[in-house]
């Protein structure tokens, strides 16, 4: 018999978690449900919707590199979506070490970032380096990210700071266009 992964009362950041909608899962499970997000209203309207179910979150104002919590408080990170928003390696790689920095020992990372095959990628003009300025896809044009080529790449990032790492990539077409995905669960 597997034992469950999610146990009541394991704490769980969600980095750039928006309005909660990952939250509702592990909260069932009798997880303790944080986040954070860059901009603090969103982070006041997320805790008042949850509140207002009767539901209890902490969401905080913070980022990739500036995770508002200590050493060691999680048993697991999200990072869905977020961690490309850093603009060069130097940043991308204080971010990955942020994120092991507040996960405990046995903790599990799970990362899901923007892949190759994905439209807004194949849309970016290549700057080097991993750097992409966005262009032709929507608000975000003009904003340079740091995208990983592969999965290798992603690999060695995330290897000094973690025992182990699991890789694979998600493709999907949405409005007619492919939305690929680079996934890693990582163990620290």
Known sequence: KQKPVCKK???????????????????????QCFGVEVDPSICDITNKIFEQEGLVVDVRHGHNRDLPFKDEYFDYVLSVN????????????EAIA???????????????TVGPEHTIYKRAKCLGDHRYEITDFDFR??????????????????QPHFNTIELGNVTENLMQMPLDFLVAVATK
Request: charge should be positive; glycine fraction near 12%; proline fraction near 1%.
């Open 141 to 158: 044009n003009g904003s340079i990210y740091f995208y990983f080529d592969n999965l290798k790449y992603l690999e060695l990032y995330l």
């Open 82 to 93: 977020a961690i490309h928003y850093e603009s060069d390696e130097k940043l991308m790689r």
């Open 98 to 112: 942020e994120h092991a920095r507040v996960l405990k020992k046995g903790g599990k990372l799970f990362l899901m």
């Open 9 to 31: 009362g394991q704490r769980l950041l969600d980095v750039g978690c928006g309005f909660g909608q990952n939250f509702k899962p592990f909260l069932e499970k009798g997880m």
